[in-house]
């Protein structure tokens, strides 16, 4: 296999060459060693001589190879900016940073998810799109495997809400940029399908008894009583004034808030302390 230094991720005076796919990493083993035990580890054994890397013969550098995808092992050595976060980037520091305990950038890209797809209703119902640029509906998937994965089940309702919405898409899944394609499992393909009747079959009906109601109301503005304050410019086909466009908004997000408190029901997630101060 013909081997290529990265680019940005080889330096002269580095300790150690990691070594992914096709492509080798120069970089310093006691900063990774700081931020990751199982790397540690993985240093401190003897390693086999490389016959795959002339620039560590060259050298007499210690060769590591990994499994993962080279783009994966760029996300993870690039400096973890807030400002600079994408899905992708996200995507990697959960997975490997799983896989090798880098517990900070775990718990750094958790915080990140959990700032979008929040338990919170106020900063559910405000959010216009996802934070990260480059952040497309249909990697809800993924955020659903990387909550399997950690076992951070408090993003999975508004997450799988999200994967509701992708109709036919759900199945097909989609390309990470490391190459490899992502899928949602099948028990959890099953939930949105499941959620998904049961959210339109519950707004239907909250909307039929409301316009039911309206048109009742709107009856008796033909003889009001002067004393009344009544909505006199409700109109047939339910323009509304001021005052019954405020009950309507009032009434939906109550709705809103109470369906929103039975969300990890209707998505059968077990969560405990759900929807509190919202």
Known sequence: MCMTKDSEFWYEDGNVIIVAGNVEFR????????HSPVMR??????QPPS??????????????????????????????????LSYHIIS??????????????????IASLK??????????????????????????IGVV???????????????????????????????RDNGTREYLSSSDVGRCFSAHGRLVGSCRIKLRDCTNGL???????????????????????LNLCESCAEMVEKRATDEQLALW???PEIMDVAINRWGEAT
């Not at 580890?41 to 003897?46: G, N, R, V």
């Not at 338990?119 to 959010?127: I, L, P, S």
């Not at 990387?146 to 899944?173: D, F, N, Q, S, W």
């Not at 048109?215 to 086909?237: C, H, I, M, T």
């Open 115 to 140: 700032g979008h797809f929040s338990d919170k209703f106020a900063v559910w119902a405000n959010h216009q799109c996802c934070g990260f640029p480059d952040f497309e509906q249909i990697h809800s």
């Open 51 to 84: 016959e795959s890397s002339q620039a560590a013969t060259a050298s007499f550098c210690p060769v590591v190879d990994v499994s993962d995808a080279p783009e994966d092992i760029r996300h993870i050595l690039r400096p973890f900016s807030r400002n600079k």
């Open 261 to 263: 408190k039975r969300l």
């Open 215 to 237: 048109r009742r109301k709107a009856d008796k503005v033909e003889a009001p009583d002067v004393f009344q304050s009544l909505p006199y410019s409700l109109y047939p086909g």
């Open 145 to 175: 495997n990387l909550a399997r994965l950690t076992g951070e089940t408090t993003i999975l309702p508004t997450v799988l809400l999200a994967c509701c919405t992708l109709g036919k898409e759900i199945t097909k899944g989609f390309q």
């Open 41 to 46: 580890d993985m240093f401190s054994l003897p």
């Open 27 to 34: 970089v310093f083993k006691g900063i990774l060693a700081d």
């Open 92 to 109: 990697a520091a959960i997975r490997l940073g799983h896989k090798y305990q880098m517990s900070q950038l775990v718990e750094h890209a």
